[in-house]
T-cell receptor, first 115, second 111 residues
Framework: GDSVTQTEGQVTVSESKSLIINCTYS????????LFWYVRYPGEGLQLLLK?????QKGSSRGFEATYNKEATSFHLQKASVQESDSAVYYC????????????FGDGTQLVVKP | EAAVTQSPRNKVTVTGGNVTLSCRQT?????MYWYRQDTGHGLRLIHY???????QIGDVPDGYKATRTTQEDFFLLLELASPSQTSLYFC??????????FGEGSRLIVV
């Protein structure tokens, strides 16, 4: 079945340093799934950070970027220079291009940015 | 802007108790979802619905019932709560394959 894998449960980065959070996926449908990054700030619900629906394209938002790599089945999240306010839990997610509208989430990666 | 409202935000109940979590969306979305979020497990889908009166089973449905009474309202029912159901519950709405809009979460503790 479909699945999303985030290998790091927590990532700690010093402020102004670069960040990468890994995400790989497995999709069973013949078409290309839609890929998402959601973020949950402390005390809040999840919200969409960025979304890419076409293989090979890059999504970006708030200084974060992720490229839809169909060959590697990856959708890693990157930022060149993190801020303390980026501390949050980041979830990679996938939705299939079929009729049941299911959305599959990774386990989430807690980002801690040290001042 | 899209809005999903959950209530209660916090709830403590005893083992065997009866709990109802409520969710209302004002987005005119057809799809609504209930997830639970636990450390080390990410978000797990309990039930979802694609319209009033419809219910689909998710990945972890045991011990939960759900009902979609209107397009706006989706309820999660725990009729015999157990400590294993202590969790953070999120409701969300969406249109087909599009962005999920989440509520702020309902924290349930079963003692």
């Amino acid at each position: 079945g479909d699945s999303v894998t985030q290998t790091e449960g927590q990532v700690t980065v010093s402020e102004s340093k670069s960040l990468i959070i890994n995400c790989t996926y497995s999709a069973t449908s013949i078409g290309y799934p839609n890929l998402f990054w959601y973020v949950r700030y402390p005390g809040e619900g999840l919200q969409l950070l960025l979304k890419v629906i076409t293989a090979g394209q890059k999504g970006s938002s708030r200084g974060f970027e992720a490229t839809y790599n169909k060959e590697a089945t990856s959708f890693h999240l990157q930022k060149a220079s993190v801020q303390e306010s980026d501390s949050a839990v980041y979830y990679c997610a996938l939705s299939e291009t079929n009729s049941n509208n299911r959305i599959f989430f990774g386990d989430g990666t807690q980002l801690v940015v040290k001042p | 802007e899209a809005a999903v409202t959950q209530s209660p935000r916090n709830k403590v109940t005893v083992t065997g108790g009866n709990v109802t979590l409520s969710c209302r969306q004002t987005n005119s979305h057809n799809y609504m979802y209930w997830y639970r979020q636990d450390t080390g497990h990410g978000l797990r889908l309990i039930h979802y619905s694609y319209g009033a009166g419809n219910l689909q089973i998710g990945d972890v449905p045991d011990g939960y019932k759900a009902t979609r009474t209107t397009q706006e309202d989706f309820f999660l029912l725990l009729e015999l709560a157990s400590p294993s159901q202590t969790s953070l519950y999120f409701c969300a709405s969406s249109e087909r394959q599009n962005t999920l809009y989440f509520g702020e979460g309902s924290r349930l503790i079963v003692v």
